[in-house]
């Protein structure tokens, strides 16, 4: 197997910029998260008493919330109809307490109203799973051991789990969306509070644009070194 420099460059430029911004989003994530963790909304709510109050808005009375361990473990559970919040989402206060908890409710939303970004995301989830779980057995036994079924069953999987990574992120930047609006047209924070929002899930979303990154970045190199052989 050889490689052409120039061609690898491209996939790996791709990879090494993930990377870095993959780094820089992580530390801005915890970061903003944890500065706006500090001020309280001058409205008092907690963050599962907000999202109560967006699903309740949208007659989404059968969604459950459920407290849930660990930090921005926060997520919606479609297929249960459950909002799990973490605890400090849960019954914090502060700016990113009620920002996190009204981008999860943003997810329900998006579900009961089929927006349709959420519902292919949804189909995506087990071909992605299983192609995590699947890629690097059946690539390296492509590339290595000169079999070409294996290597294009594995790159088809990798395509898929690209594919899902991608629509990862209207989803994402939709449910910030959701929740800045709603927070804003129903008067529960201060403009000053709504700019905190935005800074939470702004740093949020960049994760998601800086995993979409790398495996583009990867299948890119991927893609170069199959017709390369
Ligand atoms: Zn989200």
Partial sequence: MYLGFVDMNAGFLIIIAALIIGMIARSKVTGTYNKFSRINTGRGLSGAR?????????????????????????????????????????????????????????????????????????KLVPVANLGSQLLFPLIIGGLFFHMTELYYIGASLYGAALLFQLVTLPVEFDASRRAVVYLEKSGSMSSDELTGVRKVLGAASMTYVAAALASLGQMVWLLLAGRRR
Avoid: C, W
């Avoid at 989402?89 to 329900?108: C, K, L, N, Q």
């Fill in 50 to 122: 907000m999202a109560r109050e967006i699903l309740d808005s949208y007659g989404l009375a059968n969604i459950d919330i459920q407290q849930i361990g660990g930090q921005l473990t926060d997520h919606y559970d479609s297929r249960n109809s459950v909002l799990r919040l973490s605890q400090g989402v849960y019954s914090g206060t502060s700016v990113s307490s009620v920002g996190v908890a009204a981008h999860e409710a943003g997810h329900a939303v998006q579900d009961a109203m089929g927006y349709s970004p959420f519902k292919l995301r949804q």
